[in-house]
């Protein structure tokens, strides 16, 4: 399942939370990493997941926005790009 970059998050821990999500908003997948290990491993665009690594998105308000976010990324971008 193709993944795309809909929201990352930094907290004061120098950790960043990365989440994908589908591009009708309905599955998403998060990702936590350390700002330093992100910056010898890139975030790309997009990823692709086993459809159980997922997890549905409940919230109404939350799903279309990510579909929104989703789409315009898978628009804007080729997978492998380095956002």
């Known amino acids: ?3 795309w970059l809909v929201s990352r998050e930094y907290d004061t821990r120098q950790t ?3 989440t994908y999500a589908s591009v009708d908003g309905e599955r998403s997948y998060t990702r936590q ?3 330093e290990l992100l910056q010898r491993s890139p975030v790309t665009a997009a990823v692709d ?3 159980t690594d997922t997890e ?3 919230d109404p308000a939350t799903r279309e926005r990510y579909a929104a976010e989703a789409e315009r990324m898978a628009a804007d ?3 492998d790009d380095e956002v």
Request: negative net charge; without cysteine; charged residues 30%.
């Open 1 to 3: 399942m193709r993944l």
């Open 16 to 18: 960043v939370t990365l």
């Open 33 to 35: 990493a350390s700002i």
């Open 49 to 51: 997941r086993d459809g």
């Open 56 to 58: 549905p998105v409940d």
């Open 77 to 79: 971008h080729d997978p």
